[in-house]
């Protein structure tokens, strides 16, 4: 399986967070290039290059950046979300680790392209290596004088998932609450500080000075034709060779899971793969030769969502799992909006009743419910991200939950691989925090 | 004026007509359906979309309920609620079951039960049972947030607007939610209490019963009190109140939004300070002077009977000290019985009083959409009409600017406008929106104002305006009243036989003292021991806002009616004042109505007492001829700084009988401009001492940018006997 390296391309060859080698690779000949065009120039490449955002909605960066008003009376703002935090998702850390250099040429071009003067990058406040090396070659790119009178500031997070949400992550860089904000409008005509506002993932930035060298018609035929391009997938779970690969869109996950990361450890049974990140529905095993691609995926009842594949094998139990899951989601809802809030605490008091076998089999079906019932209801996708994902383990493994319910325990008897593996509830050590009885 | 253009939107297959944008929320109440909301309040700022319970299903969009309150009318949209769509009413009944898991079965218990949103849309909308069937999150309750206003974590349903009020309507930023998630929780600033001017909204806004005032705790339920429609009676703006009252007791005061006046919110002052009803030193029966045994009650009668032999001993050297709280009938009929029935036509307002300024008259809320605005005087505008206070702030984030200036020399300030070179008058000259507001004492009653407006050309804007704030609530309406009851005019008495007291705004104003000093006798209506019983020789009860019938005429000219929500528990002042004009031959009617007609006939154009209306109209302008600025007064000479006084919102007579409100009082500080406290060596913080020959108050420091150079602004309490020039130094 050829690992087709686009966005990495280099990398493995020279040390490119040194301007002077990214220059031997051709660094930022695409961005004086794409200074000579019209904006309009570049944008036209985006569309033809189909590319779409990398951060896990798949939306077209051409027509997100198609609708930054042309002329406006406020400053335009480009914002590149580096905030990574979906579980099983690391490849933009690599990315910035690597590439930090085709990060910025990118997001320069991008704010060429969108006539913005002014770009933030929002790094996810954990990443503080990432944030070191990002901030080196800023420097070095500020000494070179390739800014071109652009100002690019790295602003770090202070550890919320849903700052990573774009309009939640536009109120914490205002030095607001991390909440996300009602849409309409949008942040292409009220972002930022109330202007507009283009929010791109590090991944989509970093693949655009490509696109720009390749052509966007070039870029086109990688990939499928609903997925051009590669992606850096990051491979996680019970697999031998877990890490980021660059890979065309459309691999398989078999291609993935096994041809390149080694397939399932110790002899196990693949039991599940969460193709997406923890936000997207569960595939079971058979599924395992869906390609990743939008279309295939969605097809499969899933999503390719942020590129994260994680691999269950027979040994996790998924109750807790989904346990697992849903108390990521308690504890980063932001709490602006009911159904998320109040349901995502109920999702994890139902799930640890199961778990414990103390729970009625009707309770199944409220829990099916109560995720029924924050699909579709929320201001921002992540209530979605919690119910979605839970009501899949429910659906493809009832007879696992029905099994604890049945037997008043865990089947798996404490010998699941992810027993005790559950966040800590209260991570607000210091800070005025209330119980909260789960 | 563009017209807006009109949509059309079908809400549950009835059509409406809506101008285009109008809120979906809206657009369906105009087709009589009503969309439940919780967190949607307009007048905090843009939707937020937090609660989820406005759900509705609209076609062509995605398929999944929508927002309402985030939405606005488009041509051609179509749109379910609960009514006609079952996804709709899913939805809803979703939210509702989310709200109800974590809140608590207090609704026996719960002052808001009977009259809580929550409650009513649970009926409606929600589900019958519960699911829940675990425990509930718990929380410290309640917490009081302030002396006023307690908490209840756990009632609340985390809607928001309390924060958004403060955030974005008040601007303290005092209170604001905490945690994340479920742990999610609203707290004020640091565990400091709420001492905001406006916290107490929050309790009107909250949907649920968790934030109430704590004087309203088990008081009474809603089905047990009425509600009166008045006016606030402290303070010139004359917010629109709802007075509950129970069993004759008033309870709590609530805003009763007047667009154009209060924009739906009143101050804590209006809302917590009917305490002084109640309060222990209350008069309620007339107090007279007796040989060697100093003031004793006496009977209404013996009390008439004695008012009436000193008015006639006085024998027309009278001079009346008024206090700007009267009713306009109140004054009217006192000045009826003292200028045409005794000939004494001198009277003492606390301030002057100009109508210069009705020649620019202009609705309080179109300072909101105002372009530039213009400050002078001294005080700071949130002490003395706080509400204008409120709407400056919304023109600011409206994108007005404000500019405060001539603090300690407002004249002067308005000459420097209206000269011909002057960089911001220029910019007020060529606005079209411009506003001019007079905020303290020494503006001659607006005249100085007025008359700068005249020379920017405010004249031919119609969208200009002026203001003069006023220290005294009805200081304008009595001021009309009383020049209207006569057109005679006579010496001022010296020496002076009798001076009559009315009101205990004018009982504790220290040149009404030094007037009763030089008095042969003095008669004097208040409310409270406290104001004047120790110098007065025949006292009559007074009554309080609340307790009267009348009108009253707030800053803006705008004519407003008054109405008893309580009985006082003593005749009302027109009552006596009626019986003892007979006595001169003159008749006063004791029933505000009649007076009102009497007065309204000459200068209200014959305006029916009935058609004061509930929402008061304003006045057109009245334009007053050639404005002249008055010669400003001369400003003291001398080293160091002047002092500049003014009366803080939290004082007076009311106030200071509100255990509740004391921790609003005014901090024992000097208020400087940053050049003196550089020049000083003194930064915020600091303790100081302020002398003036021979007296010296250690006070904290304060440095505020608002003030120029020069300038020692102290709240009048702390500046007690400090004369008009003081240096401040280090303690
Ligand atoms: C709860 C939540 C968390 C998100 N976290 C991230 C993130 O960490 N990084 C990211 O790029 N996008 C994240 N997104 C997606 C962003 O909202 C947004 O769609 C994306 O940054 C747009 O960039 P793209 O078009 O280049 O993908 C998140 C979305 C949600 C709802
Ligand atoms: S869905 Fe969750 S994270 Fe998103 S706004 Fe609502 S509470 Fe916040
Ligand atoms: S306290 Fe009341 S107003 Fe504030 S968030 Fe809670 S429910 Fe809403
Ligand atoms: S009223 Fe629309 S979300 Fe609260």
């Known amino acids: 399986m050829p690992i087709s390296e686009i966005l990495l391309a280099g990398a493995s060859e020279r040390d490119l967070t040194k301007l002077e080698e990214y220059h031997m690779v051709g660094g930022y000949a695409q961005l004086a290039r794409a200074r000579e065009l019209e904006p309009a120039a570049i944008l036209a490449e985006l569309d033809a290059s189909n590319l779409r955002g990398r951060g896990g909605a798949f939306f077209a960066t051409g027509k997100k950046a198609g609708f930054m008003p042309r002329d406006s009376p406020r400053p335009k703002y480009l914002t590149v979300n580096a905030d990574e935090s979906e579980p099983g998702t690391f490849k ?347 | 004026m563009s017209v807006p253009e009109l949509v059309t939107v079908s809400v549950d297959g009835r059509e409406v007509q809506v101008p285009k944008g109008t809120g979906l929320v809206e657009t369906a109440l105009a087709a009589g359906i009503e969309i439940p909301v919780f967190c949607y309040e307009p007048r905090l700022g843009p939707a937020i979309g937090a609660c989820r319970m406005c759900l509705v299903e609209v076609e062509g969009m995605p398929p999944k309920p929508q927002a309402a309150c985030t939405l606005t009318a488009q041509d051609g949209m179509v749109v379910k609620t609960a009514l006609t769509s079952q996804l709709a009413r899913n939805a809803q009944n979703a939210t509702l079951e989310f709200i109800l898991v974590n809140h608590p079965l207090d609704c026996p218990v719960c002052d808001k039960g009977g009259e809580c949103p929550l409650q009513d849309l649970t009926f409606r909308f929600g589900p019958g049972r519960t699911r829940m069937t675990f425990p509930k999150r718990t929380f410290d309750k309640p917490i009081p947030i302030s002396p006023t206003i307690s908490l209840d974590r756990e009632r609340c349903i985390l809607c928001y607007r309390c924060t958004r009020f403060s955030e974005s309507v008040a601007e303290d930023g005092e209170l604001v939610a905490v945690n994340r998630g479920a742990q999610s929780m609203i707290a004020t600033f640091e565990d400091e209490p709420y001492r905001g001017r406006f916290s107490g909204n929050v309790t009107e806004l909250c949907p649920v019963g968790a934030l109430l005032p704590t004087t309203y705790r088990f008081e009474a339920r809603p089905w047990e009190i009425q509600t009166v429609p008045t006016v606030c009676g402290l303070c010139p703006v004359g917010c629109n109140v709802n007075v509950t009252t129970r069993e004759g007791k008033v309870k709590r005061v609530l805003s009763r939004n007047h667009p154009d006046v209060d924009g739906g919110w009143i101050c804590d002052k209006g809302r917590f300070a009917f305490g002084h009803l109640g309060a222990r030193d209350r008069i309620v029966d007339p107090l007279r002077r007796q040989r060697r045994r100093g003031l004793q009650p006496a009977g209404w009668d013996e009390a008439v009977d004695e008012a009436e032999r000193l008015l006639r001993a006085a024998q027309g050297r009278i001079v009346t000290a008024l206090s700007g709280s009267e009713t306009v009938e109140q004054a009217y009929g006192l000045a009826k019985l003292m200028r045409t029935g005794l000939g004494a036509h001198t009277a003492v307002l606390p301030e002057e009083i100009s109508d210069a300024v009705d020649g620019f008259r202009l609705p309080l809320s179109a300072i909101a959409g105002a372009e530039l605005i213009v400050v002078v005087g001294d005080d700071p505008v949130e002490e003395r009409a706080p509400i204008v206070d409120l709407w400056l702030r919304a023109a600011r984030r409206n994108g007005a600017e404000v500019v405060t200036t001539g603090v300690g020399g407002g004249a002067k300030a308005c000459r420097q406008l209206a000269g011909e070179d002057d960089e911001l008058g220029r910019r007020l000259r060529e606005s079209d929106r411009p506003v001019l507001i007079w905020s303290g004492s020494g503006g001659a009653g607006g005249a100085h104002v007025a008359a700068c407006a005249e020379r920017l050309g405010f004249g031919s804007k119609p969208d200009s305006g002026v203001f003069y704030l006023p220290l005294t609530p009805n200081g304008r309406g009595v001021v009309e009243a009383w020049s209207a009851a006569s057109d005679d005019e006579g010496p001022d008495p010296d020496p ?42 025949l006292v009559l009860p007074g009554t309080s806002y609340l307790e009267r019938d009348g009108t009253f005429v707030n800053l803006e000219g705008r004519l407003q009616r008054l109405r008893r929500a309580v009985v006082p528990p003593t005749p009302d002042e027109l009552a006596w004042i009626s019986q003892l004009a007979g006595r001169f031959g003159v008749e006063v009617s004791p029933y505000p109505s009649v007076v009102f007609g009497e007065l309204s006939e000459r200068i209200f154009g014959g305006l029916p007492y009935g058609e004061v209306g509930e929402r008061a109209a304003l006045r057109g302008r009245e334009p007053t001829g050639e404005l002249r600025a008055p010669a400003p007064a001369a400003t003291p000479k001398g080293r160091g700084l002047r002092l500049v006084r003014y009366r803080p919102l939290f004082s007076g007579a009311a106030v200071e009988r509100v255990p509740e409100l004391a921790f609003q009082r005014p901090a024992a500080e000097v208020q400087l401009s940053p050049q003196d406290a550089r020049r000083l060596r003194i930064k915020a913080g600091d303790e100081v001492d302020v002398r003036s020959n021979g007296t010296s108050r250690r006070l904290r420091a304060r440095i505020d940018k608002g003030l120029v150079a020069g300038v020692a602004r102290i709240a009048d309490e702390h500046a007690e006997e400090l004369q008009a020039t003081v240096e401040v130094a280090r303690a």
Request: glycine share 12%.
């Open chain 2, 496 to 537: 002076i036989g009798l001076l009559f007291v009315s009101g205990d705004e004018a009982a504790s104003d220290p040149s009404v003292r030094s007037l009763a000093e030089r008095a042969d006798a003095v008669i004097a209506t208040t409310m409270f021991q406290g104001s004047a019983v120790g110098w007065a020789d």
């Open chain 1, 92 to 438: 933009d850390r690599e990315i910035m680790l690597r590439v930090p250099h085709r990060v910025i040429e990118g997001s320069l071009i991008t704010a060429h392209a969108i006539e913005a003067r002014h770009v933030f990058i929002y790094i996810r406040g954990e990443y503080l290596t990432e944030f070191e090396v990002l901030r080196a070659a800023l420097d070095e790119a500020r000494e070179a004088e390739l800014l071109g009178g652009v100002t690019l500031v790295l602003h770090r997070g202070a550890g919320a998932y849903i700052c990573g949400e774009e309009t939640g992550l536009l109120e914490s860089l205002e030095g607001k609450r991390g909440q996300p904000r009602a849409k309409p409008p949008y942040p292409a005509i009220t972002g930022l500080y109330g202007a507009p506002t283009l929010i791109n993932n590090v991944e989509t930035m970093a693949t655009v000075p490509k696109i720009m060298e390749l052509g966007g018609e070039e870029y086109a035929k990688l990939g499928t034709p609903d997925s051009t391009g590669t992606r850096v997938f990051s491979l996680s779970g019970n697999v031998v060779r877990g890490g980021n690969y660059e890979l065309p869109n459309g691999t398989t996950l078999r291609e993935l899971i096994y041809d390149i990361g080694g397939g399932v450890p110790d002899g196990r049974e693949l039991k599940a793969i969460i193709p997406g990140g923890s936000s997207v529905q569960i595939l079971t095993a058979d599924q395992v030769d869906t390609p990743l691609s939008y279309d295939a995926m969605r097809e499969a009842g899933s999503s390719v969502g942020s590129g994260a594949i994680i691999v269950i094998d027979d040994r996790a139990c998924i109750v807790q799992l989904g346990l697992r899951v849903a108390q990521f989601y308690m504890h980063e809802s932001c709490g602006k909006c009911t159904p998320c809030r109040e349901g995502t605490r109920w999702m994890v008091q139902l799930l640890n009743r199961i778990e414990d076998g103390d729970a009625e089999e009707d309770e199944l079906d409220l829990l099916l419910d109560v995720c029924d019932r924050i699909l579709g209801h929320c201001l921002c996708p992540l209530g979605d991200a919690a119910a979605m994902p839970i009501a899949s383990y429910v659906d493809k493994f009832r007879d696992e939950f029905r099994e604890h319910v049945r037997a008043g325990r865990c089947p798996y008897g404490g010998e699941s691989s992810l027993e005790r593996v559950f966040a800590p509830v209260d991570q607000h050590r210091g800070h005025p925090t209330v119980e909260v009885a789960t």
